[in-house]
């Protein structure tokens, strides 16, 4: 069960580097590969029947083409959401 929470707290992390991008923060680069390496490992669930393991994939890219790239908001807003989600009910489940 703590792993639950452990994987809830990478979410909650992730989203908040996603958040302090788009506000236009300075996040070090160390930060957005972490970020986006554990959301890939993360991702590799799907593999195991876990639908919701796409948003972690998905996150894991924006992050990875917000380096070269200057994404839109919105894209940088959806998985920010969506992780947050993920995160809350990580921490309320169980």
């Known amino acids: 069960m703590i792993i639950v929470k ?3 707290l990478v979410d909650l992390v992730a989203a908040i580097v996603l958040i302090l991008s ?3 923060f300075s996040v070090p680069l160390q930060l957005i590969m972490f970020c986006a390496g554990l959301l890939f490992f993360k991702g590799l669930f799907v593999f195991t029947g876990d639908v919701l393991s796409i ?3 998905f996150s894991c890219f924006v992050f ?3 380096i070269f790239f ?3 908001s919105i894209f940088i807003w959806i998985p920010a959401f969506l992780l947050l989600a993920k ?3 990580s921490f309320v489940s169980f």
């Open 6 to 8: 452990i994987l809830g």
């Open 22 to 24: 788009l506000f236009g």
């Open 55 to 57: 948003i972690d994939i």
């Open 64 to 66: 990875l083409l917000s």
């Open 70 to 72: 200057t994404l839109p």
């Open 87 to 89: 995160a809350m009910v």
